[in-house]
């Protein structure tokens, strides 16, 4: 199982290990989708954990392939540029 | 071997259907006979058995005063009152059984499956049982003997229906469709209204079934908690019961009373197949 966690342009980290419960969780926890029990998590000096999922900057692929049912191709391509109030044109473009 | 199992598939199919069949067209049939036709025996083709008449349905549109009971008044009252209620009910069942599948409650021994229990317990008691509290409590309040109070007691009724189904349908819409939405930037709400409920169109056409179901046959709480003011299509038709029961207006009224559910179910039938899940998760 291969799990990508990019930082920045210049670093990100690779996990290559065989599947486990520890990756989805630290994952998860990254996006906002688990509290930790303890400790706290910074990015760029920030408290990470203070920031909502919705709002942190972070993009999450599951391993097996998720979309929204009730929207086309292109509906569930523009769907986070537009939550995320992205340019129209943009959207079309990337769509 | 095909053949045999073809030919017993569609017997069987015939059979049932002619179980299901057969009451309508029997209604029909009275319903267009006279005092004479009911009571002379059996006969069920118009004008070749019996002349047909249309006294059981006059019946139903005269006024008191002209030995009929104007069903008009109370059938809207009816309509008005199961939508309504029942619109309410899956609106705020939906939410509840939407928090009850996607997070976690825990006070002391209580925890979800209690609460869902809870919640679908309250249909498990006997009307009766309901019916004075809710009398004292609409009588103290000031709304016995109106719509506004039967809709407040049929959403008691029906929400815990809209819960039951709804919170088995959530369950079955994975989380990580969740998930993603708030990857995506959508917070809780949004998560909700613009993902979650798209793809649970289906079980909310079947909860609003259900809920418009049993408030439009409910006749115990119709007929205890109104008088004059207000009236609903049961309680009405039992009124054209005397000393002789006229088979052929209740025939009428009975088809008369269906025809609502009938419609609903042929309009909502199509949107049952959408919101297929089977796609979410490859």
């Not at chain 1, 969780?25 to 408290?47: C, M, R, V, Y």
């Not at chain 2, 199992?5 to 006979?33: D, E, G, R």
Request: glycine letters at 6%; a positive charge.
């Amino acid at each position: 199982m291969i799990s990508l966690l990019i930082l920045s342009q210049e670093k990100c980290i690779l996990f290559l290990e065989e599947p486990s419960l520890e990756k989805p969780h630290l994952l998860k926890t990254i996006a906002g989708l688990l509290t930790p029990d303890s400790g706290n998590i910074q990015f760029e000096g920030k408290d990470f954990l203070a920031i909502p999922v919705w709002e942190r900057n972070v993009a999450m692929v599951y391993q097996q392939f998720i979309n929204y049912p009730h929207l086309n191709v292109k509906q569930n391509i523009e769907f986070p540029l537009k939550q995320r109030k992205m340019d129209p044109k943009f959207n079309r473009k990337r769509g | 071997m095909p053949k045999l199992y073809t030919f017993l598939k569609y017997f069987c199919v015939i059979l049932w259907s002619c179980f299901v069949i057969a009451p309508f067209l029997w209604a029909i049939s009275t319903s267009f006979k006279d005092f004479n036709s009911v009571t002379g025996g059996a006969t069920y083709i118009p004008w070749l058995q019996f002349e047909p008449t249309l006294d059981g349905w006059s019946v139903l549109f005269k006024p008191g005063s002209q030995g009929g009971i104007n069903i008009v008044g109370p059938y809207f009252n009816s309509i008005f009152v199961t939508f309504t209620a029942s619109f309410i009910s899956i609106a705020l069942g939906t939410l509840a059984a939407y928090a009850l599948s996607r997070y976690t409650f825990k006070a002391g021994f209580v925890q979800n499956n209690d609460i869902t229990f809870f919640f679908i317990s309250q249909r498990i008691m006997p009307p009766v049982v309901l019916s004075i509290p809710f009398f004292i409590f609409l009588s103290t309040i000031g709304l016995l003997d109106s719509l506004a109070g039967l809709i407040l007691v049929y959403i008691v009724l029906l929400m815990p229906i809209a819960v039951w189904i709804m919170v088995d349908f959530f369950n079955r819409v994975p989380k990580e469709i969740d998930e993603t939405a708030l990857i995506d930037g959508c917070n809780p709400f949004q998560a909700f209204f613009k993902v979650v409920l798209p793809n649970s169109i289906p079980g909310m056409i079947v909860a609003g079934l259900f809920c418009i179901i049993f408030g439009w046959i409910d006749f115990f709480f119709a007929f205890i908690l109104t008088f004059t003011n207000v009236q609903l299509l049961p309680v009405k038709i039992v009124a054209l019961n005397s000393s002789i029961t006229p088979w052929w207006s209740l025939s009428a009224a009975a088809l008369v009373s269906v025809a609502p559910l009938i419609i609903v179910a042929f309009v909502v039938e199509r949107f049952l197949s959408k919101g297929n899940l089977s796609g979410a998760l490859k």
